[in-house]
């Protein structure tokens, strides 16, 4: 036994000739073989065993059976026990045979032909497509030639990297989203010259479509962030959508000699002191007229006393009918911005500011989701005919709460009823207008599922496209986007435009800058009966312009 | 999932139970529609989120994947979700 080599310890791993791979070998005590046929024992696959013959056991009652040789991971099985010279040879291997394993993960060329098939006969059409199929068509329209000029004239500004973009008297009918938008891809050429450092220019877009019969304005043109001036004058256009409060860069805005019967309410949103927007040509224009404005002919703009939550932006002596008095020109902080401690100062003077005073409110327009007029007051229609008057248009007084509707007002009133939750309805025509296929929705209805979905949808399309966005509005007092607002209603303002500036009288003291004689009608719109308008007293302005007062010299 | 039962349970309002064959029913499209478990699921989320919500002022936004939005508009117009609940008139208020 002395001479018997010694080798490495086991591996609990043996080479199987029979599947060509490694298997657990099954470590066995040195003293306790189990019986081989024991119920309890593990399965012979698991054994060393190449042939568990039972001569293979019977040498003189040794527990050890087998010598490995060779490298161990070939280890085979060599002999038996050298030492009593019963050599057992190790099992021939049996011939391999090739054959495709299916799962082995590599793939041969002769795999297509046979997996191909299978695939093909798997998949299949079903019968009845998951989406349903369009039915209709989509209509190809054909650019008219005022059109391909209009696109010819876009392109060549892009080209050159021009600002002034004018497509004026072309006769144009409607202007597509998809050539204009490329405007935004629109970068100057900048200057260089000797000794001024090279420095990046935000483009100030000049859009003139004016003298055009447009029936609307493009909504691509709202998504064009850098655009400074845009004349839409005299052209066909009864409304001015939304969208347009996303210019905030826009400088001076045309749109006189239209059919505009009133302004978006975002418009305002532009005429804060931190805006832009300083001139605007919006007369004349067919705009709904009050049946009465607040009487403040008495009641003048000026304040007697200083405003709450205001600003001081300046003062100085005043003249004619302030005369001996000092007039200051406060800054209205508004009620969006009471509470906020740290509160942007305007730029020093000289400062172009506007002036705005709240003149008169309708009613309010009270819908359901779908659209469905649920109050007794109606907003005038647009008019569809050319050359109609100003219409006038029934307020109620703005000191008050609105009034509900009548089934609201027989109801008791909780707190439920003035909920900002969204109804069910709206939020599921917001996910409609986020999905990729908004435009086809209308068509994936149902034949059983009521008409007036198809309208609704039609509806959100159009807005869509007026707004150059997913068809969703602001709410006027909380900006929440909203699909079909709860509440519409008109508020006139009176607005002018007053140049403070360092020396010489307030240029507004005598309020002859403010428009009184033409009230301009802005559209608000609620998102829920959470935000509806609030009390409001007189001489209200608009948050973010100019409010003034007086005091006696002797005061201050 | 448990395995779909061959009958569905309609429950009237003062209490009775009237068990129906669930392919008689399917002749309705919205029941049809409402006994997805899916839409259910979204309805009932509503429910809550706006029970949770009504008194807030800044209210959170419910999120409607998109390939529900159709089914869940039809699902709103049935069930009157397409107004304010409180002002609901058993008569007919407007």
Redesign the interface.
């Known amino acids: 036994m002395a001479d018997e080599p010694t080798l490495p310890p086991l591996p609990s791993v043996s080479w199987d000739s029979g599947s060509q791979s490694f298997t657990r070998k099954r470590v066995r005590g040195a003293h306790a073989a189990p019986p081989l046929f024991s119920n309890s024992s593990d399965p012979a696959v698991f054994s060393s065993d190449d042939d568990p013959n039972v001569e293979n056991y019977a040498q003189g009652g040794r527990q050890r059976k087998k010598r490995y040789v060779g490298s161990w991971f070939h280890q085979h099985p060599a002999s038996g026990d050298s030492a009593f010279g019963d050599e057992v040879r190790p099992q021939p291997k049996p011939k391999r045979t090739f054959q495709r394993q299916f799962d082995s993960g590599v793939w041969m060329g002769s795999d297509i032909s046979t997996d191909m098939e299978e695939v093909g006969m798997e998949i299949g059409l079903t019968a009845n497509p998951k989406m349903p199929q369009l039915n209709v068509s989509r209509p190809v329209t054909v650019p008219s030639p005022a059109e391909r000029e209009a696109h010819r004239r876009i392109i060549e500004a892009i080209e050159l990297g021009r600002e002034n973009l004018d497509i004026t008297s072309l006769g144009l009918e409607r202007l597509s989203d998809a050539v204009l938008s490329s405007l935004s891809e629109l970068s100057c050429i900048p200057l260089v010259t000797d000794g001024v450092p090279f420095e990046h220019k935000d483009p100030a877009l000049k859009i003139f479509l004016s003298g055009n019969p447009l029936i609307r304005p493009p909504g691509a043109l709202f998504n064009l962030e850098f655009l400074s001036v845009l004349s839409l004058r005299n052209t066909r256009m009864a409304e001015l959508p939304p969208a347009i409060g996303n210019l905030r860069n826009l400088k001076t805005l045309n749109v006189s000699l239209t059919r505009l019967r009133y302004l978006p309410a975002e418009l305002l949103d532009l005429m804060t002191y931190e805006g832009k927007l300083k001139e605007l040509i919006i007369h004349p224009n067919p705009f709904h007229q009050p049946d009465q404005r607040q009487d403040y002919e008495a009641l003048s703009p000026i304040l007697s006393e200083e405003p709450e939550d205001a600003l001081l932006l300046h003062e100085t002596d005043g003249s004619g009918a302030y005369d001996g008095k000092t007039v200051r020109a406060w800054l209205d902080r508004g009620d969006m911005l009471k509470g906020v401690e740290e509160y942007p100062r305007p730029a020093s003077l000289p400062l172009d500011i506007w002036q705005t005073l709240l003149a008169a409110r309708s009613p309010i327009q009270f819908t ?3 659209g469905v007029r ?1 109050s007794q007051f109606t907003l005038p229609r647009l008019p569809t005919e050319d050359d109609v008057p100003p219409l006038v248009v029934e307020t109620e007084d703005f000191a008050f709460s609105p009034e509900l ?4 007002r ?2 008791n009133l ?4 003035f ?7 709206e ?6 207008s ?3 296929q908004r435009e086809q ?1 209308p068509g ?3 034949g ?3 008409h ?2 198809a309208d ?1 949808l039609h509806d959100l399309n159009a807005q869509a496209d007026a707004n150059g966005n997913s068809g969703t509005v602001p709410c006027s007092t909380c900006r929440k986007s909203v699909v079909k607002p ?1 509440a519409q209603w008109i508020e006139w303002w009176d607005l002018g435009i007053v140049a403070l500036r360092e020396k010489g009288p307030i240029g507004s003291a005598n309020s002859s800058e403010l428009d009184k004689k033409q009230s301009v009608p802005f559209m608000k719109r609620a998102c829920s ?2 935000c509806l308008p609030k009390p409001a007293g007189y001489g209200t302005s608009f948050r973010g312009t100019v409010k003034f007062s007086t005091v006696s010299k002797a005061e201050s | 999932m448990a395995e779909v039962s061959k009958y569905v349970t309609l429950i009237s309002n003062d209490g009775f139970e009237f068990v129906v064959l669930r392919e008689a029913v399917l002749i309705s499209p919205m029941i049809k529609s409402m006994i997805d478990s899916k839409m259910m699921e979204k309805v009932v989320e509503y429910f809550h989120y706006w029970y949770k919500n009504r008194e807030k002022e800044d209210v959170p936004d419910m999120d409607i994947p998109a390939e529900l939005c159709l089914e869940l508009l039809v699902a709103a117009d049935f069930l009157g979700l397409d107004s304010k609940k409180p002002l609901q008139q058993p008569h007919g208020g407007y």
């Open positions: 359901d989701s779908r649920v509707p009548r089934a609201a027989e109801t909780t707190a439920a009823t909920s900002r939750v969204p109804s069910l309805m939020i599921a025509l917001r996910s409609c986020r999905t990729a929705l994936y209805l149902e059983s599922d009521p007036h979905l609704t709860l009966w959470g």
